[in-house]
């Protein structure tokens, strides 16, 4: 017979170990299953400064089986297919397991073929990428090493997860070079598919004046789309209104965010929308058909930014909701498209972005500018944020910073 849970959980990361963690808070008596092959965790926010040289890997790894809570049943196996007509998931070992509620949430996939070349040189020949946990600290490596030259930072298309993160190792690396006094011998490109610096253009302007202060050139609608480590070359397709040209430049290092998108399993399912992502609800989390799945994360299609912050403040929507659906209550659209992007700027200074649906700029600290380059950001970004993320938000704890609108309405009128 197949296994039965009250609430069955795919995807054991930042999403899916608080969710089980903060309903065995709300609730200890229904059974709970968590869906997640990995035996490590990853405090994915603390990629960035990895590759900048301010962290170690080891400072963002746990065990997994050290998060969850004991009563809750780890599944250690890959979800593979879903049945939301008969409440069921797949296993990739073919077992089925039955639910009455399910939360999807296995996060994004890094789509690393979609870039010719880049699997068989990451890693080596000063191709390094803060996205992968096998070459993460190679980016370290390879900044260490460089004298000058010319040094590129890709962004593929959106969505990705935390689209600050491709130019936040970009002005770490700038700042080591200038800490270094050799700043003057790089010749720094940022090429990115986006039109722009930044998706809200409030931190755009600000982000731009850290471009200017590193000299550093940006290219903007330029897609890499392919890589030759030997030969130090990326080619890239550019795009100039409805033409569209190929152009290869020459690197001495390389950092490339890879193209991502909804794993192939979610793709594939019932569950998925015409862009592949789960179709859920924008404030209420719940699926658009199946009424008792819910979906949060970055695997979800909500328009919001994929980021730690952005779950921290879905996990308490979803499992209220849940809730609500077993008393046969309403539920509440409480989610408002909150992400937290802390842009770091250079080592010891963050720019901390907070905006919600529809790029609207919402500050969790009334007087405080948050354009400005801040060493409180950092010790955010280094001390304190880790800490929330594992002693309060992984632990199913429920802490609420105050993020309005109206914070922002006396910067948004400044010059």
Known sequence: ??????????????????????????????????????????YQPGFTIIGGGAYTLKQVTKDEKDLINPSVTWIKDYADSFSPDKNSVTLRSKEDITYDYLVVCPGLQLDWDKIKGLKETLGKNNVCSNYSVDHVEYTWTTLQAMQGGNAIFTQPPMPIKCAGAPQKIMYLAADRFRKKGILDK???????????????????????????????KTNFQTNLIAIDGDKKAATFEVTEGDKKSEVTKNFDMIHVTPPQSAPDFIKKSPLANVGGWLDVHPKTLQHNKYTNIFGLGDAAGTTNAKTAAAVRKQVPVVVDNILALMASKALAEGYDGYGSCPLTTSVGTVILAEFSYDGKVTPSFPFIDPRE???????????????????????????????????????????
């Not at 722009?196 to 409030?202: D, E, H, S, T």
């Not at 970004?381 to 914070?407: A, N, Q, V």
Request: proline share 4%; with cysteine; aromatic share 16%.
């Open 1 to 42: 017979m197949a296994q039965h849970f009250n609430l069955l959980i795919v995807g054991g990361g930042a999403a899916g170990v608080s969710v089980a963690n903060n309903m065995r808070r709300q609730n200890s008596s229904i059974s709970i299953g968590l869906i997640e092959p990995s035996e490590k965790h990853y």
């Open 186 to 216: 790089f010749n720094i490109e940022f090429c990115t598919a986006t039109p722009g610096l930044f998706g809200v253009p409030f931190f755009a302007k600000a982000l731009m004046k850290v471009v200017a202060g590193y000299g550093i």
């Open 373 to 415: 380059n801040r060493w409180l950001w950092w010790w955010g970004k280094t001390t304190g944020f880790p800490f929330l993320y594992w002693h309060i938000m992984i632990k199913g704890l429920r802490i609420d910073i105050p993020h309005l609108e109206s914070y922002a309405k006396k910067f948004m009128t400044d010059n």
